[in-house]
């Protein structure tokens, strides 16, 4: 048995025990009283004979019960506890999952809360060393909270209470569950927690506590042995429908007609029917009734499949917005029941061609579906500021036509011929009599298009990146290749299509089509603003110093600022929704966040987990003590002994 505050108690017993004896030593000062005859007053004669202040201590039974009981809340005040498993003290690392599906609310209240609950559980379990010991035998613990990222929430501690409050400061997130990074740090703090090397090399390893459903991502990626990692498995249910893809699209021919698609998966073993609502700031444009079939069991070999179902919306909306995609049933998970995309503004795409004179490129550049084309000469190009050109995006798309730019400023480009300088692209000498042999057919800048018959007299030999794709490729070197670099878009034509035989062909036109169409696409995403979970909002091209106010889906606001170059970052997008930057110029930008992850999803929590090839099964039994608190037992026994001594005296003084 240990005592964890004995100086408490020695120093309440210093002051307590005396006081109560000091009781029992004074004599009793008597009002003096005239009666007739002291027949009946020996005893209260005799003691007025005594001139003493003191008097001598007589057996009392009343005296004994009232020490023991004074004794035992003496010793409750000391901490006693019992020590249920002996030797050093422990190292722990307590690990929290608060992704996404740790929010489902198939326990009560939620996932993270039962493993909250369960982790402050563990800690006061943990064993407690004695202040009277020269060496600290008490548990020690730190807690690593984690999703897709992972933070410590308190470093190596015995302090129970220090611990559970930081437990307790554990906030959600909808983000999704990756263990490695959390194994990482917990391995680092372990390794250097301080003290002496040699005390800490025959110390055991820090274990593993993981309190997790089990929807990890990376599990694959831990190497660890089994003894390493305690899993304690949270959750009760699989039943769930999500919300698991989602877009929406502007036609590029009539950009008031949007395409929106949404794919919903259902987790659960009976197929359910739901309602899927389809809303345009906040006014419901449409509510579609769909049956989802159930979830495929697996097998050894394959996970199980979820039943889903795909959706298409149409609709015409010719101003900017915000639309949601609901599904109105209620289930275990809400973080993955809507998903959001942000409309710009419909505008067809406006596009700057820089060129000599090539009436061939112009004309097919005029048949496609763009609201303007402006020629520019290249000198005229060459003079205009960077700065300002990307600042106010007034093109989509800049074809340059056999020219190389002294400047590039930030944005979506077509070019034919040399490539422009600063891409990392080499074009060291030219080929010639090139014929195409193959072209990725599938890509949307080559889809329907036949270069079957193409043949260029002379064709820049490209060298590229690693990171560039090839899209069409010559006998001799690349034909068309894509590239992005800086910010911008690059879609590289190796040859001038004066030298080629291209013109000629129905695919010519039909290539210039897919080339703005899938540029201006590009500019669009920027535009929309769509994000993952914790990916931060980037504001760029700004003044600097620029003030902006992020309101969270939440309500709950926060103020931003830029740096000096021109770019403010709001990291904080750890829940869903959409979240609203409001500043002078312009207005108001919305940014939408969503899930869309079928691993956080499928909440079915697991049993087991496997790290790399180590199966490690979840812990059956509940917390085990390592040692055992007395004074709850001591109070009690004083409590006793307080109604014994009642009992006693009122029996004394009865008889």
Not at 574 to 589: K, L, M, S
Request: hydrophobic share 45%.
């Amino acid at each position: 048995m240990e005592f964890l505050t004995p100086l408490i108690g020695l120093y309440a017993a210093a002051a307590a025990v005396p006081l109560l004896l000091l009781l029992y030593f004074l004599k009793l000062k008597r009002r003096e009283v005239p009666v007739s005859s002291t027949l009946l007053w020996k005893r209260a004669v005799q003691d007025l004979q005594v001139n003493a202040p003191f008097q001598r201590l007589r057996r009392n039974l009343l005296l004994l019960l009232q020490l023991l009981a004074l004794i035992a809340i003496l010793a409750a005040l000391s901490g006693p506890v019992l020590a249920l498993r002996r030797g050093p003290g422990r190292r722990y690392v307590l690990l929290i999952d608060r992704s996404a599906s740790m929010n489902a609310t198939d326990v009560t209240p939620t996932r993270l809360d039962v493993a909250k609950r369960q982790a402050k559980a563990f800690v006061e379990s943990m064993r407690s060393g004695s202040s009277l010991s020269w060496r600290d035998q008490s548990d020690h613990a730190m807690v690593i909270a984690f999703d897709h990222r992972a933070g410590v929430v308190c470093n190596f501690t015995s302090d129970k209470h220090q611990l559970a409050s930081r437990i307790d400061a554990i906030a959600p997130g909808d983000g999704s569950s990756r263990l490695v990074e959390a194994v990482t740090v917990a391995r680092a703090f372990a390794q250097s927690s301080g003290g002496d090397e040699a005390a800490h090399s025959a110390e055991k390893a820090a274990l593993l506590v993981l309190f997790s459903d089990g929807r990890i991502n990376d599990l694959d990626g831990i190497v660890i042995d089994a003894n390493e990692i305690v899993f304690h498995s949270i959750g009760a249910s699989a039943d769930n429908v999500g919300i698991t893809a989602m877009s929406a699209r502007r036609s590029y021919e009539r950009p008031e007609e949007i395409e929106v698609f949404a794919s919903l998966a259902n987790f659960g073993a009976a197929s359910v029917t739901r309602d899927v609502q389809l809303a345009i700031d906040g006014n419901v444009h449409a509510v579609r009734s769909v049956t989802i079939p159930a979830c495929q069991a697996g097998t050894d070999s394959e996970p199980p499949r979820a039943g889903e179902m795909i959706l298409n919306f149409s609709l015409s909306h010719s101003e900017a917005g915000v639309l949601e995609v609901r599904q109105l049933g209620s289930d275990a998970l809400s973080c993955d029941d809507a998903a959001w995309s942000i409309l710009d503004p419909p505008r067809r795409s406006s596009v700057l061609l820089v060129t000599q004179g090539n009436p061939v490129l112009e004309s097919a550049l005029r048949s496609c579906p763009i609201a303007r084309l402006d020629p520019c000469s290249p000198s005229g190009f060459d003079a205009l500021d960077p700065t300002i050109f990307a600042a106010r995006q007034q093109y989509d798309v800049v074809i340059l036509d056999n020219h190389i730019p002294a400047h590039l400023p930030r944005g979506r480009y077509l070019v034919f011929g040399a490539p422009p300088a600063g891409l990392d692209v080499n074009a060291p000498r030219e080929v010639e009599d090139q014929i195409l042999i193959d072209w990725r057919a599938q890509h949307p800048v080559l889809q329907y298009v036949n270069m079957t018959h193409l043949f260029a007299a002379k064709s820049h030999r490209l060298e590229l990146p690693r990171d560039a794709e090839v899209l069409a490729e010559f006998n001799d070197a690349p034909a068309v290749a894509l590239l992005r670099r800086h910010g911008s878009t690059y879609l590289l034509v190796s040859f001038d299509v004066l030298q080629s035989n291209w013109p000629f062909e129905p695919s010519f036109v039909l290539f210039c089509y897919n080339a703005l169409s899938f540029l201006s696409a590009q500019a669009g995403s920027e535009r929309r603003h769509g994000l993952a979970v914790g990916e931060p909002i980037a504001i760029e091209d700004v003044p600097a110093d620029a003030v902006f106010l992020v309101t969270c889906p939440d309500g709950t606001q926060a103020g931003l600022k830029s740096d000096p170059g021109g770019t403010a970052r709001f990291p904080g997008t750890h829940r869903v929704g959409v979240y609203t930057v409001e500043a002078p110029d312009p207005p108001r930008r919305f940014y939408a966040v969503n899930l869309l992850d079928p691993q956080e999803s499928r909440i079915e929590p697991r049993q087991k987990i496997e790290l790399a090839g180590v199966v490690v099964a979840a812990q059956r039994e509940g917390v085990q003590r390592a040692n055992m608190p007395l004074w709850p037992l001591l109070v009690l026994a004083a409590l006793v002994l307080v109604c014994v001594e009642w009992l006693a005296y009122n029996l004394k003084v009865r008889i």
